[in-house]
């Protein structure tokens, strides 16, 4: 019987290049992890993949993990209630908290992963037992080099295993999937990942925006090979040229994904 061919690697050095580039171009620094989950060819590159940088609201991405995780296999029900405290309040996108008003767990969910509301998620991260619950969560899931919430550092290479972990089914397996993706799905905001891959593709992700930095950590479903994780952080210029920036990195990889 014939010896198995062996696997050859394709090269990311024109995929680094662009990325470079566009870095450069932009006046930004960045770093991006990109994991390929499908085919026999799948492979992971990333661009400074391991260097801390400011996580921002992507501490939400393993605290809905939790949460999902929790509810798909029976630890906490969508319909229990939190109850606000003073404490968890932050400008965000609602303004309905109010000492003694309860949100069920489904509620809070829902306006962390459509509206990346910062008070929902601090009522969360509260009630699971604050940032040693959140990071332990996070570690135990791959994210092992963060530190989220607070001082809130993470890296590119541990969001991609976040959800790399959570897409091969080891934060809940189908039921948590069932749960957490559609939260991360269209969310009010797409201008980053999703605004570099065709309209008609899922993404599943979650953003991070502060001051001049913008991360997006996201599941690509319908890769032109295959499913792929890519997460995106950058620092400068930020607004709208920020946006472009991540969508562009977004397009290269999609691109180089393309002639897989």
Same mark, same amino acid.
């Given at each position: *019987?014939?010896? +198995?061919?062996?696997?050859? %690697?394709? =090269?990311?050095?024109?995929?680094?290049?662009?990325?470079?580039?566009?870095?450069?171009?932009?006046?930004?620094?960045?770093?991006?992890?990109?994991?390929?989950?499908?085919?026999?060819?799948?492979?992971?590159? =990333?661009?400074? @993949?391991?260097?801390?940088? +400011?996580?921002?609201?992507?501490?939400?991405?393993?605290?809905? *993990?939790?949460?999902?995780?929790?509810? +798909?296999?029976?630890?906490?029900?969508?319909?229990?209630?939190?109850?606000?405290?003073?404490?968890?309040?932050?400008?965000?996108?609602?303004?309905?908290?109010?000492?003694?008003?309860?949100?069920?767990?489904?509620?809070?969910?829902?306006?962390?992963?459509? &509206?990346?509301? &910062?008070?929902?998620?601090?009522?969360?991260?509260?009630?699971?037992?604050?940032?040693?619950?959140? &990071?332990?969560?996070?570690?135990?899931?791959?994210?092992?080099?963060?530190?989220?919430?607070?001082?809130?550092?993470?890296?590119?290479?541990?969001?991609? %295993?976040?959800?790399? &972990?959570?897409?091969?089914?080891?934060?809940?397996?189908?039921? +948590?999937?069932?749960?957490?993706?559609?939260?991360?799905? %269209?969310?009010?905001?797409?201008?980053?990942?999703?605004?570099?891959?065709?309209?008609?593709?899922?993404?599943? %992700?979650?953003?991070?925006?502060?001051?001049?930095?913008?991360?997006?950590?996201?599941?690509?479903?319908?890769? !032109?090979? @295959?499913?792929?994780?890519?997460?995106?952080?950058?620092?400068? !210029?930020?607004?709208? !040229? @920020?946006?472009?920036?991540?969508?562009?990195?977004?397009?290269?990889?999609?691109?180089?994904? =393309?002639?897989?």
């Amino acid at each position: *019987m014939a010896a +198995a061919a062996p696997q050859t %690697h394709r =090269s990311f050095d024109a995929l680094q290049q662009e990325v470079n580039d566009l870095l450069d171009q932009a006046g930004a620094t960045g770093a991006v992890t990109l994991v390929e989950l499908g085919g026999d060819q799948a492979q992971t590159w =990333s661009l400074d @993949g391991d260097v801390k940088f +400011a996580a921002a609201s992507t501490y939400k991405l393993p605290l809905l *993990m939790e949460e999902a995780q929790l509810i +798909a296999t029976g630890r906490e029900r969508s319909s229990e209630q939190v109850c606000f405290d003073t404490g968890d309040w932050e400008d965000g996108w609602y303004i309905d908290y109010k000492p003694g008003s309860c949100y069920t767990r489904g509620e809070l969910m829902r306006r962390i992963g459509q &509206n990346s509301d &910062n008070t929902a998620a601090h009522m969360l991260v509260r009630d699971e037992g604050w940032t040693q619950a959140l &990071n332990d969560y996070a570690s135990q899931h791959g994210a092992g080099e963060s530190d989220f919430y607070y001082p809130n550092l993470t890296t590119t290479n541990d969001l991609a %295993h976040l959800l790399v &972990n959570e897409a091969r089914g080891g934060a809940g397996g189908d039921g +948590a999937q069932a749960r957490l993706y559609p939260l991360l799905t %269209h969310t009010a905001y797409e201008d980053g990942v999703p605004a570099g891959v065709p309209d008609s593709v899922t993404v599943v %992700h979650k953003v991070g925006i502060l001051d001049d930095a913008i991360d997006d950590a996201a599941l690509v479903q319908g890769g !032109p090979k @295959g499913a792929y994780v890519l997460a995106i952080g950058t620092q400068g !210029p930020g607004g709208e !040229p @920020g946006w472009k920036l991540v969508a562009d990195i977004s397009r290269a990889v999609w691109q180089f994904e =393309s002639t897989r």
